[in-house]
């Protein structure tokens, strides 16, 4: 069971922390995928456990295209159940004393989604941010345990999962859920992930309806070295 990085955006961070947010969906991105989950698919994580059921009944005559065997069609997730995420998001670490930018595991780590002057500008807050694809491992401080890997189409989530993809309660409106979009609020959680699929992946992404690997989490906030049990 390996340990791995994952990148949040900044709300998804706080949407962590706060404990609003258990799920996350990510593209399949590999060639042929289409061809791939759309022929008699059964996939299984990386422990052997069903994540998607096949879509003949036994015994139906399946024509594989020509050049291809029934063996082409194998493919599972790279992350399994069991499997640690260590949560990569935009920081910087700052040396002790003077307060600059370090390199260093020795040293101070702001966090964006957190900081209190993170809507400052570099000159006023005194520091540059560091993109999430760079933060060490030592500097990440939640800690994700996959229990759960399903692979379905992304519009097929229902409202119980949109609320764990961290789906905020509209403040304007009641019964209500929040919008990506300033002053707009969404009838149903499911509107309104569809809505922050978009703000992240681009206009459009969300009724393309890819193919999506759901992941379902426990959450720790803290270092994955300060847990137990490391990989």
């Known amino acids: 069971m390996p340990d791995r990085p994952i990148l949040f955006s900044a709300p998804m961070v706080r949407a962590l922390l706060d404990g609003r947010k258990t799920q996350t969906r990510r593209p399949m991105k590999f060639k042929g995928v289409d061809e791939v989950m759309n022929f008699i698919?059964?996939?299984?994580?990386?422990?052997?456990?069903?994540?998607?059921?096949?879509?003949?009944?036994?015994?139906?005559?399946?024509?594989?295209?020509?050049?291809k065997h029934l063996q082409d069609y194998n493919w599972s997730p790279r992350i399994g159940v069991g499997d640690r995420l260590w949560v990569r998001e935009t920081w910087q670490a700052l040396s002790f004393g003077d307060y600059q930018p370090t390199k260093s595991s020795q040293s101070e780590v702001r966090f964006a989604a957190t900081d209190p002057c993170a809507d400052l500008d570099q000159e006023a807050r005194g520091y540059p941010w560091r993109p999430s694809i760079f933060m060490?491992?030592?500097?990440?401080?939640?800690?994700?345990?996959?229990?759960?890997?399903?692979?379905?189409?992304?519009?097929?989530?229902?409202?119980?999962?949109?609320?764990?993809?961290?789906?905020?309660?509209?403040?304007?409106?009641?019964?209500?859920?929040?919008?990506?979009?300033e002053g707009k609020s969404c009838p149903t959680a499911w509107d309104a992930y569809g809505d922050l699929w978009n703000a992240i992946n681009g206009e459009g992404s969300w009724q393309a309806d890819p193919w999506v690997i759901a992941y379902t989490f426990t959450v720790e906030?803290?270092?994955?070295?300060?847990?137990?049990g490391a990989a």
């Open 136 to 181: 060490p491992r030592w500097a990440s401080r939640i800690t994700l345990t996959v229990t759960d890997v399903r692979v379905e189409r992304l519009t097929s989530i229902g409202e119980e999962d949109a609320r764990a993809e961290g789906i905020e309660p509209s403040h304007a409106m009641p019964s209500w859920w929040r919008s990506q979009t």
């Open 221 to 228: 906030r803290s270092n994955i070295d300060q847990i137990g």
């Open 41 to 67: 698919k059964v996939a299984t994580d990386r422990n052997g456990r069903p994540v998607y059921e096949m879509k003949g009944r036994v015994g139906q005559h399946i024509a594989i295209p020509a050049g």
